[in-house]
């Protein structure tokens, strides 16, 4: 005696093409009397079942007729030959009758359909089987549950629970999200665009296009969010939408397909929320102990549950024809003795919440019943929430902004971002976190490096708060009101004013001893001199042609004087000859014209000097046309300058946005690069204590200028549940905020940048004597006069020099005279004593 046996042909794939249609389903042999062969057929098309399909029968169905009749000799002389057709298209005409002369004649006994479109076509036919008892063969048909009954139970379901909220003629309400995919013909949704008359958006689910159409509904304001969706696409929107934390009581959803009430969470993704209603076929409990975990495989469960009475009818030689209720998974049907089986009702379980807190509260059928316990939305307190946020990754993004945030010195640009960062903020959010339990945290970079500004659309870290993509934005960003519209803000951290940072020149030592000179050019000052030299040759020329009475003119003595008209005025006596005092008197004309021209100009360089020079106010800073300034870009800073009611502050942001090529500039590293630019001067507006920072870690920079006091906090999603923690935090820990403020910002001497010129000029400037106190904007100091002290003291060194010179020159002289006078002394001595001729 043979034993019975289940076998199963793989899977063949069709997309409704003749050949692939006629070896679809193989011929078997035909019945003889010792052997029996029942054949199966399950034709699907939509998600790929073959194998649980045939899973489900050799785990389930096939047993059972064991346990039923283990002694029945036909189970013994009978096999059992499952064939499963996956459609990818529906078939045409030709296709379908191919496939109906294939099932006809290879003796199928049962075949079950999902694509209500081939039912009609199919019956046409029924073909003759030789199974004692079943002479034709049947079809059963699971096809998903119409549009039209499916929005019938989400609309109870969804105005029940908008009856039991706290105000149910909002017109919030009234408004929806859908997700839906390609199965399902939107025109058909009218009784749920008729119920939502305030608006009913769809999104037809892409895996790719999950996190923007959340965003889009987190935007639009919708709290009811309705996905009828496969469990795989369910899992990932599922996934997506923990991300972007909209699973808080803000939203409701309503699940159909996804079947999220049949397992957890990814294991690092948990949530205690209960605003989640699925509404899938059977009880959980069940369908996890036949391991169900999508819709097609419950409605494939269900199929081959109704053909298991038929089959152990038959198998186990049963005189009781088939006559009974069969309540399956989807619903109930009524098994005929003929093998015909008509669905008595569509049956939706209706469960509230997810993981641990997921119950059922009701049950709809489509024959009128529905019954679903009144539950309220119940109160999210903090602790819940916490608890979440405990047990699940925790996102924080967040800015380099030295010492705000920034980089540890020494550690691997490959370790974790967590390990790698430091600085007052980052440092502040650790303490935080440890003390809250949470420890299952990591950091993220903003990707635009932006704080966040409005322009049509929010940007930087306020557009990733208001997406939800983060769970705290651990930067120090300024508290404001339009921001405050869009996210929450935890109590400030730290106030802090806005200043002006800009590098002062380190200045030429040289030029600033020689000050005296600069009123005028070299060309100017060369001309002067050969001014002078040419009148004194005029004067010392015209004095040999027509010598002045009384006073000697030559070339030296004309020098001398064309030098002192020029800088003491008249001296001595003036030539007395009418040429000559032509020519003096032109040259006093000359004189008086360039010293008019030296005071002048002296004094607009010293004061032009002293305006460029100071720089201490917004004012200041739009009067110096030296300097270029600029802001870093989507900052509170942009926003104050182009609000303000103040029109200096609005014509500072007109030449910053409008004029300077480096008004906005991308960071501050950015405009630090630009401040080393000597060509051209640069001022930065940003936030006081990092301008402070700035000043103390880079060579000859200025901070200057403070005004408006702004606080800083934390950010933290709109509607977040757990705010009240981290502001208790705040509070308990604001004696560290300012040691973690004293310690980031306060850089020790001895770790400040070395900025000591070693340069010629550098070295001139440290010896030069420094003001002993103060000095006031535009006065005249030590370093302007010390040239004119200077050439003093060349020119009395030079003198000295002369005078030695001369001594010495005139001793020699007199003492060439000396031997002169005694040579002919003693030449006459001896002449003396020579004998005369008379003698």
Known sequence: ???????????????????????????????????????????????????????????????????????????????????????????????????????????????????????????????????????????????????????????????????????????????????????????????????????????RYTDSSADESLISIRQSGIINIIVVLPAVSGDKLKLAAFKLNMFSYNYRWFVHRARWVNANFDNRMVTYSTNVTSMEFGRVHDTLRYDLRTTSEVLVFDLESIWQPYLQQYLCDEKTPVNKTLRGFSGSFKLNPNGSVARLNWRLQIYRGLEAKKHQIGEWTSDGGFNMLPYPDPARTPGLSLSELKLNPFNIVTLIIPPYVMYKSGVSPEAPLRQRLTGMY?????????????????????????????????????????????????????????????????????????????????????????????????????????????????????????????????????????????????????????????????????????????????????????????????????QNSAFEFGVIRNTVTVTLLQTSTFVYMQQIYSLLADTFPNGLVHNETYALQIMQNDSFRYALIGDDLQNKYLAETQCNLVNTGQFYELKSALVLPPGNEYGKYFDEQIVLMSNRIIELQQKFFHVPVESRKDCTDRTFLGYVKNYTPKNPWPVKSGALTLTNTLGIAMINLFGCIFALILSAIERSFSRLLQRRSEVRRKTQVAEAYAMAQRPTMLE
């Open 1 to 203: 005696m043979t034993t019975t046996k289940f076998t199963s042909t793989s899977t063949v794939t069709t997309t409704a093409t003749t050949a692939a249609v006629t070896s679809a389903l193989p011929t078997t042999p035909p019945f003889n009397n010792e052997t029996y062969l029942i054949s199966l057929a399950i034709i699907w098309n939509g998600e790929d079942v073959s194998t649980e399909a045939k899973r489900q029968f050799a785990s389930y169905i096939f047993p059972s007729f064991a346990a039923a009749c283990p002694t029945s000799s036909r189970l013994n002389r009978t096999s059992i030959n499952l064939v499963v057709v996956q459609l990818e298209t529906l078939l045409n005409l030709d296709d379908v009758q191919i496939l109906q002369n294939a099932l006809s004649v290879s003796n199928y006994l049962f075949t079950g359909l999902k694509s209500s479109p081939l039912t009609p076509l199919l019956e046409t036919v029924l073909s003759n089987t030789t199974v004692p008892g079943y002479y034709l063969m049947n079809y059963h048909t699971v096809a998903p549950m119409s549009l039209t009954l499916l929005q019938d139970a989400l609309i109870k379901v969804i105005d029940q629970r908008i009856q039991e909220s706290s105000n149910p003629a909002d017109r919030r309400n009234y408004r929806a999200a859908l997700f839906i995919d390609d199965s399902i013909d939107i025109t058909q949704m009218t009784q749920l665009f008729r119920y939502f008359r305030y608006g009913l958006i769809f999104f």
């Open 426 to 622: 980052i440092e502040l959010c650790k303490e935080i976190l440890a003390d809250l339990g949470i420890t299952d945290y990591d950091f993220f970079l903003q990707p635009d490096e932006a704080f966040g500004v409005f322009n049509k659309t929010w940007n930087g870290i306020i557009r990733t708060m208001m997406d939800g993509r983060a769970h705290l934005a651990c930067a120090p960003v300024t508290i404001e009101t339009s921001r405050k519209e869009v996210v929450s803000f935890t109590k400030p951290l730290h106030s802090s004013q806005q200043s002006i940072l800009y590098k002062q020149p380190p200045g030429d030592p040289v030029a600033e001893m020689f000050q005296f000179l600069q009123p005028l050019d070299t060309e100017i000052w060369l001309t002067i001199l050969g001014v002078l030299v040419y009148v004194a040759i005029v004067l010392a020329v015209m004095h040999k042609i027509i010598p002045n009475q009384g006073i000697k003119l030559d070339l030296y003595d004309s020098l001398f004087f064309s030098f002192a008209e020029v800088v003491q005025g008249t001296s001595g006596a003036v030539p007395n000859q009418i040429s000559g005092r032509i020519v003096v008197a032109f040259f006093w004309f000359f004189t008086l014209f360039l010293l008019l021209t030296y005071i002048a100009n002296y004094a607009a360089f010293r004061l032009l000097d002293g305006v460029q020079q100071q720089v201490d106010s917004l004012q200041s800073l739009l």
